[in-house]
């Protein structure tokens, strides 16, 4: 259903257009094996190649990801809830047991801002301890 939305909403974008998805769950598989990406994402991301500039914002994995691929960014923000450890150094995905004054410099946000023309958007992440 989700996919059927996304592909009846890009038809009429021109080639040009800039593109920007906002998503729980990672489009591009980062560590299948905790289910951090999926078909259906992989999916998603054939629909969107046709355009010039793409970038794509999740979560889910708690971490900070970055990708281009081609036409294509990819950003993974910090989480604000809880820390997880990176792929396959745990045996399963979940929250991190931290120190209490290590907490806030695993955790974090991230801002998005859009300057006008050509220029791509400019994403700053932040922990919480700074």
Avoid: C
Wanted: aromatic fraction near 6%; avoid cysteine.
């Amino acid at each position: 259903e989700q996919l059927a939305w996304l592909e009846a909403d890009l038809k009429d974008k021109s080639n040009s257009t800039p593109i920007v998805v906002f998503a729980h769950i990672p489009l591009q598989i980062i560590y299948k094996e905790w289910g951090w990406g999926t078909d259906d994402g992989t999916r998603a991301l054939e629909l969107l190649k046709r355009f010039g500039s793409v970038t794509i914002l999740n979560g889910h994995i708690h971490q900070l990801a970055q990708k281009v691929e081609g036409n294509m960014s990819f950003h993974t923000a910090l989480s604000t809830a809880f820390p997880q450890p990176a792929p396959g150094t745990a045996p399963s995905p979940g929250p991190m047991l931290v120190p209490a004054d290590q907490l806030r410099s695993k955790l974090g946000l991230a801002t998005v801002t859009v300057v006008q023309g050509n220029k791509p958007l400019a994403i700053v992440d932040k922990t919480l301890a700074g």
